[in-house]
């Protein structure tokens, strides 16, 4: 077999840099990406796009802080070039507090974002509520501008773009052969996996230049982070909810949250709600799996569920995925090992 054909199914964050990786890591691949929704549609284009990983439970802290590093050091370099302006990827400063010293006072992100150290006693005098506190830099993808720029690099080496909504992964056989499952909470329908459900997540878009530090109260259900365009302040993590419209009460807790902790952002202006449903598991799924039905097999790489931090992670769980499928790319191009796939 020479050119293997790979569709990747789902354009948000993940979807794209795995299309992007792919492109760039393994020769004589073409690649599609087919999504339902593109950019500005998808819940990546929700997220606020700061870089600090949430843990998640089924995976050891060594395999995530892999992955958190390498998204890290990708997007470090990105803002460190003349790219940065078109991928929307900046460094941002500034504070992660709390009400009672942590039972973990230094995180396993720690040694990864810049700088990291704890607050002193003067800056913590900026949050009277608060006894403990950490200061560090960390980057922020202004989401949407980041997600074009990966459409447009994932074009720009050669992959297709395809408009549509994908009901069942064998409507990709024999058209492909590897499917690359990157459609987050549509995993549920197209993986059948239960163990995949929506977190809720509202926030609100403000207009507020002034307000240059990042501020994360304790578990980060409050923030304030402050982007290129605007600042983003949350939020919510309401487990289970599908409903995707805004509640105008939540928007005005959450707003009165964030003065709470930087009361000049009374006077922000030009606020926009926006609410985006998590695709949340025990830990992100990245595993081969072999499709057969009638003699039929179509290979697949699943490759989502990245939860409350995909833009943490994604650049690092999409060179594991690109891994995996150059493990069927090698095995469909050895005859005999066919059958490991
Ligand atoms: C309010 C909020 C704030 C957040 N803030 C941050 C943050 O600051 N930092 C961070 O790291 N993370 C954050 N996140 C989490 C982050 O948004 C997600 O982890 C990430 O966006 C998941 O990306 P994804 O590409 O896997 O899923 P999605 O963005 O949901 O993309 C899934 C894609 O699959 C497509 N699809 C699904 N089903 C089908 C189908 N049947 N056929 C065809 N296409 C299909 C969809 O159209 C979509 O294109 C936040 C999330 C929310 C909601």
Redesign the pocket.
Known sequence: MDTVRVAI????????STALCISKSIPRCSVTV?????TP??????????????AYEDTPIQEQKQWFRETFNRLFAIASSAEAREAGVHLVSGWQIFRSVPTVEVPFWADVVLGFRKMTEAELKKFPQHVFGQAFTTL??E?SVYLAWLEKRVKESGGLILT????DLWELHPFFDIVVN??????R??AGDLEIFP?????LKVQAPWVKHFIRDGSGLT?I?PGISSV?L???RQKGDWNLSPDAEISRDILSRCCALEPSLRGACDIRE??????FRAGVRLQKELLVQDGRRLPVVH????????????WGTALEASRLLNECVQALRTPTSKSKL
């Open positions: 199914v789902g354009a948000g964050v993940t979807g794209l087919i999504s339902d929704k593109f549609d998808t819940t990546s284009d929700v997220a606020a796009g700061i870089l600090i990983p949430h922020k993808c989401s549509r909504r994908i009901e990157c459609s987050g909470l549509g995993s329908q197209l977190v809720r997540g509202q926030l923030y982070y983003t949350g939020g919510t926006r609410v985006g449903l998590r695709p490759h989502y569920g990245h939860g409350s931090g995909g833009f943490s992670v994604h």
